[in-house]
T-cell receptor
């Protein structure tokens, strides 16, 4: 079974631009979560989607948004990029329909904001 | 938000030695997960724990879900150079399913 895939793997943008990242979950997984990883803050939860609905949300500004499609693929968008948005963005998928759920991560998208 | 205290922050050991790291919290967790991350890659799941007191092994790795549900440890026996990386604990808080809280990670260096 193929793992979680993320595209693109690397991205360079300038301040003020917007960016869209894509995540394809493991087949059969209906939950997709997004995390931001930086050296200073570690792994921080952005949001989680299940059946095309945002089910959980972290403490990030509204510039960070996401969506999920009917095939469970998810996209994350960051508008008006700031230098501090430079990070590794990770998505993780899980079945999403049981109380104790195990998340499997993709390789991440390395975003650099200049 | 809720914090997971992971220790130690880093470890330098000789090949063949055993390693132990742990995570603690003041909150109750329903699930504990241990991941390993190599530079530039996503975390890879090592062990998942779902019940208080559960002790699970995966090769040379052993992890336990604390009885109080507020802590977990990971042991690596007979370390080898490819064990190098950052190890993260992660947990799902009681009442907060599908949202993982991560520890800050333990950087493991193994000297051959």
């Amino acid at each position: 079974k193929a793992g979680v895939t993320q595209t693109p793997r690397y991205l360079i943008k300038t301040r003020g631009q917007q960016v869209t990242l894509s995540c394809s979950p493991i087949s059969g997984h209906r939950s997709v979560s997004w995390y931001q990883q930086t050296p200073g803050q570690g792994l921080q939860f952005l949001f989680e989607y299940f059946s095309e609905t945002q089910r959980n949300k972290g403490n990030f500004p509204g510039r960070f948004s996401g969506r999920q499609f009917s095939n469970s693929r998810s996209e994350m968008n960051v508008s008006t990029l700031e230098l501090g948005d430079s990070a590794l963005y990770l998505c993780a998928s899980s079945l999403g329909d049981r109380g104790a759920d195990t998340q499997y991560f993709g390789p991440g998208t390395r975003l650099t904001v200049l | 938000g809720q914090q997971l205290n992971q220790s130690p922050q880093s470890m330098f050991i000789q090949e063949g030695e055993d390693v132990s790291m742990n995570c603690t919290s003041s909150s109750i967790f329903n699930t504990w997960l241990w991941y390993k991350q190599d530079p530039g890659e996503g975390p890879v799941l090592l062990i998942a724990l779902y019940k208080a007191g559960e002790l699970t092994s995966n090769g040379r790795l052993t992890a336990q879900f604390g009885i109080t549900r507020k802590d977990s440890f990971l042991n690596i026996s007979a370390s080898i150079p490819s064990d190098v990386g950052i190890y993260f604990c992660a947990g799902q808080l009681k009442g907060s399913n599908y949202k993982l809280t991560f520890g800050k990670g333990t950087l493991l260096t193994v000297n051959p």
